[in-house]
């Protein structure tokens, strides 16, 4: 089949209607942008279908064209996952307009959302049903749920909730030849043959189009306990760790690691935070827990919640072990918040400081003391300045580490800066960690992947590659090399 | 490569000594037969690798020689997915001098298991470190753990800590060529590439060779709290079920449902069990809830636990939202263990009184109230007699549906039984469920996922079989047709 550029044009146009269909220069320029401004995208095409069927029904013209495919979402990726190279001729997809909320099923705990729904607004409609859906991090506002599950999407709470792939049970999805695969029944048990529902999360576009999904609901939590406690070292803020979530029975729901560096950054630079301590800590958790029963929520005399007594208890025991040096509980919403701010002003904190090398790595948790060690070792020896775990997500052995060389920019010292990515590849090698935690591989990480990644693992990923998409026209020249 | 056939078995015992290949009239009869004594086994050989490097080097001799393979675990599933067919020339490789525990570690939380390894002795090995390994089933005593990854095995208490799959962060697999995959790493968070681990969890050998698996550990709960409570109906169950969910912050270990006709014949024919109630209710439940707080475990003057309760607490706005009709509370580890006995001698009471059609299905949750109806009016209209859903693990949707032909055995009512079926399947089409909840599919139920399945998917897991063995020599003539 030969077909000409302006008879694809053409046929998008009879797809999707002419006011859905973008060309050359009258392509909107968020379209030709990253969230970073790091990735310029060069689309042939950039068209909005607004039903499952016509993305199909695209994905039939571009395999009978060879033309390369991109799905969009909310565009706040931040591997460069969803550009088109200048030198391919790639049609953009957005499944901005496929925003439909299809279903919100309280008995059944589950949602069925399209792909270009909004996290912020699935999390409305959850609320609205009484539940919650727990699959929160800083792009909300903007990433849709094709994206978050497209790149398995972590977040704040992943150590009591998982990640996108855990809160996901069914997916209606475009494969390459333009078919409508639809695995979107809620069943928590089917093992009618192989898993292709988790194949395709995180698969980044490159196995077929996800188009919509049915998404778990989880109890939403009458009250919170939070506290910012200071621990010994990093072996103690893991063994802590195991003590909370072995005395609530798993309801642990935020575990993050501050050292001191980060805790000085956002005394310093977050003005509307007030420091929880008088001095500075090595390292700091904040941690909060959950209801978990209707006790939790009666108050005290004095206002406070049992929840709260219940946390004082744990963190007694925690002292007594030598797992705790000191603490602070929220006694007020207002409290809480504020150490709140302290974690979610963290990354302003940081850059009002200045430029650092960033990183999304992760390893074995139990290895995390001493990783961190490593990586500090090996960061002071190639350029001494500040380094700090800013947000570790310590429950899931997330970290994102960052350094500055000689405390200066690191564009100014290209040869350390390098050195110090190293440094951290090493490590993660060294500990058999993960180069991508969280974020994906997109353009950013392919090469690394491709040198790091178990070989075997990595020839069957090509083989399911090439086996899905035959002629190579789904998100072609990400993740894979 | 040619090759004859005493040369494969001179090769097979050049990798793995004399003393662990067997093949003839050597082969030991427990290799000829499976659980359920219905599909008959005749292995060419049967070989027994103890480690990782020698079920690859087997599996080169097998890629070289185009030799079929099927892996063996336990040999306790229920599906005939580990048989080798008459017609098929093929070497049966048990896993089970594959048995260490290579690694639990208690910080980390999780634990390496050679695919031999029993699942109760995992149970063990967790317990001595202080944490929990959940996965619990009927044939625990005898399952490997290969073999439940290889079937994503569900089981008891699925509701708190899901099936096989949810439990495992990494394995190591042997490929159709032979190559040693290490995917063991127990990183919470890894997106660097397709999910290779979940793949292969449930494709029951016919993708490659679990050879090792990391598992995750959860912590042990201190106590429980167990009731059997009459529900008005199977809705109100349902309502029931989620407002625990709800006021435990997702403690709910069990939720089983059990209608009058199991609830008679435990009753009747099981002399251990003291029945709960003085008369027959037509829908009961039996829940658990663990507990989630260093208070939870507190006693009472009366030596009842705080637990106990709180879940009084909650069945009390459970009858004031006419969720329950009746409810009994465990008061000690003796009743809890009456209750639990029910549940665990119910299907020994079921095949005390007879033969019935049995069945592995599942639902949408929230469709339980109406398959259940359709179910029993399918039953009754194609031959009446007794109908139970005699272990409906609630929580995941999944029914273990029982039927009788005129209260008499299947096999003199080939037709009604064959009816029965029908509607069951029918039934299962209709509320868009599956034909296999946890027990998968092996050969028993080839063509019924075939014709049921959703065709795109079908032809999507082909494709997946024939890039990663393209000789078809892992598990043939199973899963797929």
Partial sequence: MKITEQEIIDECRAICGDAHVETGNDIDPKYQRDWLDKYPSSPFIVVRPDSTEKVAALMKLCTATKTAVIPLGGNSGLTGATQAHPDQKAVIMSLERMNMIRDVNGDGRYMIAESGCIVENLHKAADQAGWMFPLVFGAKGTAHIGGALGTNAGGLNVVRYGNARALCLGLEVVTAAGDIMNLLPALKKDNTGYDLVNLMIGSEGTLGIITAATLTLVPKPAAYATAMVVVPDIKAALKLMNLVQNQTGGRLEAYELMDQVIYDLC?????????PFDYSPAFSILMEIAAGSPDDVKTHSDGRLNLATQLETILAMAFEQGLADDAIIANSEAQRQNLWAMREGALGAIQKHGNWVMSDVSFQVADLPNAIEDLKAAFAAVAPGPFCV???????????AFAR???EDPKDHPTEAAAIKAALRDTVVKWHGSISAEHGIGQDKQAEMKQL?????????????????????LNPGKVLL
């Fill in 267 to 275: 005394v310093t630079n977050l003005d509307h935070v007030t420091a």
């Fill in 390 to 400: 800013a947000f570790g997500h310590m429950g899931d052995g997330n970290l994102h």
């Fill in 453 to 473: 990644k178990d070989p075997v693992a990595y020839a069957m990923m090509k083989s399911i590659k090439a086996a899905l998409d035959p002629d190579n026209i």
């Fill in 405 to 407: 060389p000689y405390d």
